[in-house]
Every structure is written in C-alpha cells, then in structure tokens.
C-alpha cells in the first residue's frame, strides 16, 4: 500500500547551476527540484565542488551538496548514496525514495545501489565526445552507447525531446521506459520588450559544441550591408578566448560584446532588445534559450542537425532551421531584411512559449515516479494537492 508520508529525492548531476559551467540541462535539473520542494518532497542535489564554492548550501528550499571534481564526483556521490542506505554520512536519515541520475556523456550508475532509479539524458554526445581527446572520446562513447544502455536496461529514462529518445532508442533502450518531460521556463524579469534595432543575440554556454563561431560568421558576413548591425554574447565558459581571437580575425571585435554570466534580469534585457537569437550549436535536447527568446517575440534561427531544435523550434512558424553556415547567413539577412517576418515569427514563438511550465516538467517526472516506486502517493503530492 502506497505512504503518504514525506518522500525524498535525490538528484545526480556532474554539475549545479551556480558551477561556473552550469547551463541549460543544471538549470532543468534545479527547477525540477525546486518546484519539487514545493510539493512538499524533501530533494537533495549532488554535484561536484569549484573554486569558492560551499561545500553545501540550500538554494530554492534544494539541499545542494558539492562533492569532489569533474570525474570524481561520480565516485563520491555513490559513496554517499551508499551512506544513506546505512544511515552514515551527509545523506543519513534521507535514504531516497527515488534517484535521478542525470547523463551527460557518463551516467552515476545509481541503479547499482537502488532499482529507485531514473536516469536522465538530455541528449547523446557522440558529436561532442571528440573535443576530449582519442583515448577518453571512445571510452566516453563506449560508455554512453554500450554499457550504459545496458546496464539501465531494466531502468525508466526521462528525455527532453523527441530526437533525444529517437537518439536512446538508437542505443537500444526500449522506447516504452523513456518518457518524454520537455523543459519549463522562468517568467522574464525585465519589463517589457524594447525596441530590437539591428542587434542579434547568442545565449549559450561557451563551448565548443556551441558552435558561436558561426554566429560570428553571420555578423561578419552582414556588417557590410547592415551598418548598425551588433550582436550580444551572453554566457561564458572555456571557450571564451578563441571566441574573442575569432572576431578579431573576422574583424568585427567593435560589433559583438561578450557580457560572460549576467544576472537573470540583464539576461532578459539583452534578449528583449535582439532582433533575431542564433544557435548554431552541433547538438541540443531542447534549448532552453530558444524559448527564453520566444519569451520576448525573439525568434531563433539554429541547425536542423541539432536534433533538439526541430522540437523546441517549430520551422517556418516560431524560427527558422536551417542546414550550415551559408543557410544560417541566409537566414539571418531574411529576418533583419525583413522585419515583419520576423515579428509574425517572434509573436508565435511567444505564444507557443506561454504553453511551458516547470510544474508541468514536474508532474511528468512525478508520473515517472510513481511507476518507480508505486510505494509512495505521489498523486499527495500534485500542485492541486499542495496549493
């Protein structure tokens, strides 16, 4: 028989959302967890420590703990999960009730010490794996593709997208375990849109799967033609500096300004003053920023081959998709050419955008739950339960 009784949540991920690197897929995860929260679960988060971090904190009523690097974090959260089934360590006294592990590349392999496990994958890697090097891009791969799948082969997945569990089902996973839980958004908390003039935007992560050179190539490309035409780059990461070398080379260092990591407001200020948001990035599960934009009339112009953005961009309707960076250059030119079409494209984007919350994100990992672990009551735990 199912309890009512306070269910706990534990949550894997390599990072959280104040990591230096922390994006898109650690921005989900949190939100996921916080409106969790606010349903009464008791949720923690496990991810790994950067410089000047709190080895713990409590962020959105999320219990945050900050264990070991980039790869040991992997090992230190299973000892800590260990813990919790023995009543030792940080986590004594909350032994889940269900694990989220989330798989960038590489899963936690929760499901060694509780069947309680979803795993969570935003996308697949195998275009991104590369950038780590021969040796660790083909374990890496071997990794995601071979052992993962099977290992989890017994276990529920939660995707972002449909390509995304295409992509699973690609690996073997059978496709009635992956339930698809698309991304929520915030509420802008800037004021209303200003005017956009001739400025593109860029809302990522600086990496190099993001592929921001070819937003720089279409600002390059069209400065001739657009006098005024400057562009945003909100977002930092390790990539940043041969961003900045790139357009020097391209010449078009008094065009483009690289804020690095804004507030959420100014995030929201630059994006309601952009005519038209690029994301050519090689691979997404979603793009989150894609619906941000939307959030303001901005619509986005990104790759076919992403896979993630032929579900969060409807073509022809909320953006364009494109196919490289000639067609990304042509289509940019049409929208600053044209900005009534990219107005009639920004006003649909904004109303498919309305359609996205973080509680329904929430109830589709509750669902996922209850199959689980069907020894909880999650249906005690719905926002008509708890408001």
């Not at 009784?5 to 898109?24: E, M």
């Not at 009464?40 to 999320?62: I, M, N, P, Y």
């Not at 894609?290 to 969060?312: F, I, K, M, N, W």
């Amino acid at each position: 028989m199912a309890t009512t009784r306070t269910p706990v949540a534990t949550l894997l991920c390599w990072r959280d959302l104040a990591h230096p690197q922390g994006g898109g897929s650690e921005r989900y995860l949190q939100r996921v967890g916080a409106e969790l929260v606010r349903r009464g679960l008791r949720v923690t988060l496990v991810s790994a420590a950067f410089d000047g971090c709190l080895d713990e904190e409590t962020v959105d009523g999320v219990r945050i703990l900050r264990r070991g690097g980039r790869l040991s974090v992997y090992p230190r959260a299973l000892l800590l999960l260990a813990g919790a089934r023995v009543g030792l360590g940080p986590l004594r006294g909350t032994r889940p009730d269900v694990v989220v592990d989330t798989q960038n590349g590489v899963p936690f392999f929760a499901s060694l010490l509780t069947r309680r496990t979803v795993v969570l994958v935003h996308h697949c890697h195998r275009e991104q794996w590369p950038v780590a090097g021969p040796l660790l891009s083909r374990l890496g791969w071997w990794i995601e593709s071979t052992l993962s799948p099977w290992a989890h082969r017994r276990r529920r997945y939660v995707t972002v997208s449909e390509p995304s569990r295409a992509e699973l089902v690609a690996l073997g996973v059978d496709a009635e375990r992956i339930e698809v839980v698309r991304a929520g958004i915030d509420p802008p908390v800037a004021g209303d849109r200003a005017p956009a003039g001739r400025r593109l935007v860029v809302l990522s992560r600086l990496v190099p799967h993001k592929q921001i050179e070819h937003s720089l190539d279409a600002l390059a490309a069209l400065r001739a033609e657009q006098p005024d035409l400057r562009m945003d780059v909100v977002g930092g990461g390790w990539w940043e500096q041969r961003l900045r070398d790139h357009a020097r080379d391209l010449g078009v260092c008094d065009r483009v300004v690289f804020h690095g990591h804004v507030s959420e407001r100014r995030k929201h200020e630059l994006l309601a003053s952009a005519a038209v948001h690029l994301m050519p990035s090689r691979k997404e599960g979603w793009g989150i920023a894609v619906v941000e934009a939307a959030q303001h009339g901005v619509p986005t112009v990104g790759y076919r081959s992403s896979a993630g953005l032929t579900d969060s961009i409807d073509d022809g309707v909320t953006g364009l998709l494109v196919d490289g960076r000639d067609e990304l250059i042509a289509a940019t030119r049409k929208l600053l050419e044209n900005p009534g079409l990219a107005r009639e494209l920004g006003e649909a984007a904004r109303d498919a955008a309305a359609g996205y919350s973080w509680s329904a994100t929430a109830d589709g990992f509750v669902d996922v739950f209850a199959t689980v672990n069907p020894e909880v009551d999650w249906a005690s735990f719905t926002p008509s339960a708890v408001e």
